[in-house]
């Protein structure tokens, strides 16, 4: 069935470090892939997508790749700011009406 | 712009009392719409999700029901809340038109005490 694994939280860097979090899933056909970001005490927020493999997804200096090949969504970004603390979540489009979620991964950055 | 309202913010309410949750929508036609709860420090669970009045469809057997009444409107209720209804509320569209991606609420913490 389709699934989405992210790696286990909480992940702890301090300022300006990179910043990496796995995310690979396993579907059927070709899913678009998402990633959330959930700040405390709030609703998710789509901070970036993929529709087909090899596009890239980009804002806010996140960046993250579809690799079919592997069939991971890594999350990236070159300097993390203390802003960035939060829970990031791993998507994959199930179909019309319905997403497939990863457990999310809880980012904890110390000045 | 398409925004979506969830009230309250946040309901402490006793064991064995109802609930009501509202979620709207604006600045889209009919849109999918999809409750999820969140315990603390977990993932998503997807309660319901609607693809058009009076359509809804359960994902988890519970204590909980949803109802649309408009397009752009979806509730949340129980008959009587149980302890292990807290959690964090969300409300989400989608759009066939926006693609596969969900827009969130802000979100209602329910505390049953």
């Known amino acids: 069935g389709n699934s989405v694994t992210q790696m286990e939280g909480p992940v702890t860097l301090s300022e300006e470090a990179f910043l990496t979090i796995n995310c690979t899933y396993t579907?059927?056909?070709?899913?678009?892939l998402f990633w959330y970001v959930q700040y405390p005490g709030e609703g998710l927020q789509l901070l970036l997508k993929?529709?087909?493999a090899d596009d890239k997804g980009s804002n806010k200096g996140f960046e993250a790749t579809y690799r079919k090949e592997t069939t991971s969504f890594h999350l990236e970004k070159g300097s993390v700011q203390v802003s960035d603390s939060a829970v990031y979540f791993c998507?994959?489009?199930?179909?019309?009406?319905?997403?497939?979620w990863g457990a999310g991964t809880k980012l904890i950055i110390k000045p | 712009s398409q925004t979506i309202h969830q009230w309250p913010a946040t309901l402490v309410q006793p064991v064995g009392s109802p609930l009501s949750l509202e979620c709207t929508v604006e600045?889209?036609?009919?849109?999918?719409l999809y409750w999820y709860r969140q315990a603390a420090g977990r993932g998503l669970q997807l309660l319901f999700y609607?693809?058009?009045?009076?359509?809804i469809s359960s994902e988890v057997p519970q204590n909980l029901s949803a109802s649309r009444p408009q397009d752009r409107q979806f509730i949340l209720s129980s008959k009587k809340l149980l302890l292990s209804d807290s959690g964090f509320y969300l409300c989400?569209?989608?759009?066939?038109?926006?693609?596969?991606?969900?827009?969130f609420g802000p979100g209602t913490r329910l505390t049953v005490t």
């Open positions: 989400a569209w989608s759009a066939m038109d926006r693609g596969y991606e969900q827009y």
């Open positions: 600045g889209t036609s009919n849109p999918n």
């Open positions: 609607s693809v058009g009045i009076g359509q």
């Open positions: 579907a059927t056909g070709y899913p678009s």
């Open positions: 993929a529709t087909k």
């Open positions: 998507a994959l489009s199930y179909s019309n009406y319905q997403l497939i």
